[in-house]
């Protein structure tokens, strides 16, 4: 193997099935990785903390490549690691709140009090988004948009999702139907993250 392809893909020569031992750490490590990336930013999100959350899973992510950089694996894939890692560590959130949202949201009535008007000169563009309140009086942290049209006036009612226990914020957006189906893509990336690990580790060793 030439220099230039094993400091790339890393300096695996060998011929047929790769070694147990290697086979095993290699998905030890990426369990590992994923599992720290998306406990993370699932737990960040639960406590109201999913910067903090999303921060720490890039982290894990940076860690995981630093750890196969410094077995000789290939920089390819070293980069490939931290790449989906760190995606994976800002997309987890997002893709969290609409499973709570699908698992456990109820729809409830609010009241527009204030339209704002976004307008993209670039694209030659108008957006609306909504703030809205309880029917009791309370305040929604959150601004509707998708249901804020540019027929939206104040006093007007609108629907959002609310998570009874207040775990992530409302939306107004188009939800899946299940919480498997909104973690699906995400279930995916981690797979891949776990076979990069998995792969690089084989290929560090010659």
């Known amino acids: 193997m030439s220099y230039d392809s094993a400091f790339l893909w890393g ?15 290699g998905v030890a ?12 930013a699932v737990t960040g999100v ?7 959350g999303s921060v720490v899973g890039v982290i894990v992510g940076l860690a995981a490549a630093w750890y196969l950089f410094s077995t000789n694996a290939g920089r390819v894939l070293v980069g490939a690691v931290a790449l989906i890692g760190g995606a994976l560590a800002w997309w987890i959130p997002g893709q969290t ?25 670039g694209r030659n563009y108008v957006k609306n988004s909504c703030s809205v309140r309880l ?6 942290p959150t601004e509707a948009w998708r249901t804020c049209g540019a027929t939206a ?8 999702v ?24 995400s279930a995916v990336a981690a797979v891949a993250l776990v076979a ?3 792969v690089a580790v084989i290929r560090s060793q010659p």
């Open 153 to 160: 006036r104040a006093g007007q009612h609108l629907t959002m």
């Open 11 to 25: 300096p695996a020569n060998f011929s047929g099935r790769p070694p147990i031992r290697l086979v095993v750490e």
């Open 97 to 121: 709140a609409q499973a709570v949202h699908a698992a456990r949201g109820e729809s409830r009535t609010v009241v527009v009090t204030e339209v704002h008007v976004h307008r993209y000169e």
């Open 135 to 140: 029917l009791d009086g309370t305040p929604v």
């Open 29 to 40: 490590v990426g369990l590992v990785t994923a599992g720290l990336v998306a406990g993370s």
């Open 196 to 198: 990069l690990c998995c």
């Open 162 to 185: 609310f998570d009874p226990k207040d775990s992530v914020l409302p939306t107004d957006r188009i939800l899946p139907a299940t919480a498997a189906e909104a973690l699906a893509g």
């Open 46 to 52: 639960l406590t109201g903390f999913d910067t903090v």
